[in-house]
């Protein structure tokens, strides 16, 4: 198969964590969620991402420093409405299982800036592979 990967990156501040969320007010986290959204929308479409049928994604959270790391998942309510600006994008139809093939978490990036990661990872059958 042919795999070809496009990153996407936010420098926007470090991932909201699931316990963070947790104490927000809904419509609190209601309005930050709709601000991931749109900032993500808005760097999905200056990266130029094709419409792809399948894909997978990984996800990694970017840290300034090593202060206070975060699980491997702990970005996951951040990181659902990045993926929720991949189908606003239109670069997949919806994010149910058939398009969304999988999301892998990883462990925090010491890079200098707080932020996140995205890489989008074609996972659609490769046609010219196919013979008869």
């Keep these: 198969m042919n795999e070809h990967r496009w ?3 936010s420098d926007s501040g470090r991932p909201l964590t699931v316990n963070k969320i947790a104490t927000m007010h ?17 760097l999905i479409l200056q990266a130029k991402l094709p419409r792809l049928d399948r ?3 990984e996800i990694t959270p970017l840290h300034k420093d090593r202060k ?5 998942a702990a970005c996951a ?15 997949i139809e919806d994010d149910d299982p058939t ?4 999301v892998t978490f990883l462990p925090p990036d010491v890079c ?15 046609r010219s592979a196919l013979t008869d």
Excluded: M
């Design 68 to 72: 206070s790391p975060q699980d491997c």
């Design 26 to 42: 809904r419509q609190q986290w209601a309005t930050r969620t709709r601000e991931i959204r749109e900032e993500w929308w808005a």
């Design 99 to 102: 398009h969304l093939v999988s």
């Design 55 to 57: 894909i997978r994604v």
């Design 77 to 91: 309510a951040h990181a659902k409405p990045c993926i929720d600006a991949l189908v606003d994008a239109r670069v």
């Design 7 to 9: 990153v996407i990156e």
């Design 112 to 126: 200098g800036v707080d932020g996140l990661r995205l890489v989008v990872i074609n996972a659609g059958l490769d």
